[in-house]
C-alpha cells in the first residue's frame, strides 16, 4: 500500500501564497476582464481557491487533458480531453495549472491557446518542481518552487486518489508491495 507521506505544505501556507498571487493578480488585471482557464483536473482546487481571493470579474473555463506515458512519468505528447467551452480571441487568459514538471503539457496548452489569439496568456500554477523543465516557460504567477519529487494531495493525484487533501504531501512508498 502507499499512503500519504510527509507534508511539504501546510493548508495555511498554500492559502496564504494564493492570497499573495490573487492580490497580485487583482492590481496586474485591474479594469480587465479576465477568463480562468483550468487545467482539469488537478487545477480544480486552487481554481476555486484563486478565483474566490481575486477581485475582479472573472469567467471561467475549463480544458481537460491527458499526457501519454506512465503514471508518474510525462511524454509531452498531449491529448486534449476536453476543449474550452467559449472563444478566448481577443480576451485576458490566465492559464490555472496544479504543478510544472517537464514542462511538457504547459508548453503545448500556452501553444495552442496562443493560436487561438488572445489578447493576453499568463500562467498561474501553485507548484514547479527545481531544476527539471525541459523547456523554457514563462511563469508569470508560481506559489511554491519544491524539490522533483512525485508530490499528493490539493488536487494531484496518484492513482486518482489523495485529491482532496488540503495539503501537499510526498507519497510514502514504505509499505509499497
Ligand atoms: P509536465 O508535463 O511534466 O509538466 O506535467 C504534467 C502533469 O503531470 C501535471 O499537470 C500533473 O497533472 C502531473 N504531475 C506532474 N508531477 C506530478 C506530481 O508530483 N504529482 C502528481 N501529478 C503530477
Ligand atoms: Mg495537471
Redesign the pocket.
Known sequence: MIGVGEVLISEERIQQRIQEMADRISEDYAGKDVVLVG?LK?AFMLMSDLARKIDLPLEFDFMAVS?YGSA?M?S?VVRILKDLDYEITGRHVLLV??????????NYLLKYLNGRKPASLEVCALLR?SGIQQVDLDVRYEGFEIPA????GYG???DQLYRNLPYIAFLDEKHKS
Open positions: 487545467v488537478g499526457s508518474t510525462t509531452g495549472e496544479d504543478i510544472i514538471d517537464s514542462g511538457l503539457t504547459l518542481k519529487q512525485f508530490v499528493i494531484l493525484d496518484h
